[in-house]
């Protein structure tokens, strides 16, 4: 069974910073890209950033120059970054992971359970 486990969310001031992490845990042959993605109350589930197994980032608008993603292959873990954080970038984080598990030995994508960040004014 795969696991997907977020940490690191909490409240923060604006303009403050936070550092997200999500560890891939259970039987892994591979992860190919892992994402980040957060959801506002009253709205839908948005893309925030996204790297390849072997680094490559993409990034929404909203947060191009602000927020860093990272990765550790060797770990099975995925981080975020956020810098200059705006009561906008108030959400529940997700983590998302493309994972080919021991069995069954196909590629499926996992979510973690989520983690709040709150950034005050």
């Known amino acids: 069974q795969v696991q997907l486990v977020e940490s690191g969310g909490g409240l923060v001031q604006a303009e403050g910073s936070l550092r997200l992490s999500c560890a891939a845990s259970?039987?892994?042959?591979?992860?190919?890209?892992m994402a980040w993605y957060r959801q506002a109350p009253g709205k839908q589930r948005e893309f925030v950033a996204r790297?390849?197994?072997?680094?490559?980032?993409k990034y929404s608008a909203s947060v191009q120059g602000r927020f860093t993603i990272s990765r550790d292959n060797a770990k099975n873990t995925v981080w975020l970054q956020m810098s200059s954080l705006k009561p906008d970038d108030t959400a529940a984080y997700y983590c998302n992971a493309n994972v080919r598990p021991t069995f069954p030995p196909t590629w499926q994508n996992y979510w973690g359970q989520g983690t709040q960040v709150t950034v005050s004014s």
């Open positions: 790297i390849s197994s072997d680094a490559r980032a």
């Open positions: 259970g039987s892994i042959i591979a992860i190919n890209d």
